[in-house]
């Protein structure tokens, strides 16, 4: 911090540079590691291709980091729509996410996306945001995927 009378200055962007970006991600990075081990976060896709001619017909796309699994982005085309392809990734991406010895998943939906779809799933709502986007819901759903052990929570968790 440079010792100026103005002291320091507020800047704000829609564009942060890489240095800032960095340099905020850095000091947090490092500030989490004093209460827990790295995220080992590792990217996770699962794509569905047809056998003729290799064209892509859905795909999930997420990552595994701290034994969750993070459902980001799933989208099955229109006219491979529930025949059951929609299971099969969300599956085989659990399927995986437990190799990695994963003991959770989480996925958010917009109200008119596919919360219900999670729900058949075994995924439960854990929180929810009104009105995102206006006039809609955005929908966090959760799913163990072993069973139920409670970890206990640490003290810092707890406060
Ligand atoms: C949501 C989506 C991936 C589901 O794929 P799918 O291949 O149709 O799913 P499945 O065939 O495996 O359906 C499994 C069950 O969920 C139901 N289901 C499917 N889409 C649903 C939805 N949007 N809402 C509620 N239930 C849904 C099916 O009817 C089926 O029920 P059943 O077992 O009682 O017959 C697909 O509809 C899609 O890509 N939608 C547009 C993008 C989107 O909303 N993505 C999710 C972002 S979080």
Redesign the pocket.
Known sequence: MSSTTAGPRLEVTDRPDIESRGWVLNGLAASNRAYVDEPGKRNLAVIIRDHGNGEIL?GLLGWTSWEWLRIEL???APA????????RLVQAAEAEALKRLCRSAW?D?YSF??P??YE?LGYTIFGTLDDYPAGHRRYFLQRRLIANVEAPLSTNDRA
């Open positions: 859905g799933l989208y099955v491979c729509r529930r025949t059951g392809w929609g299971t996925v939906s996306q596919a219900g779809f058949r």
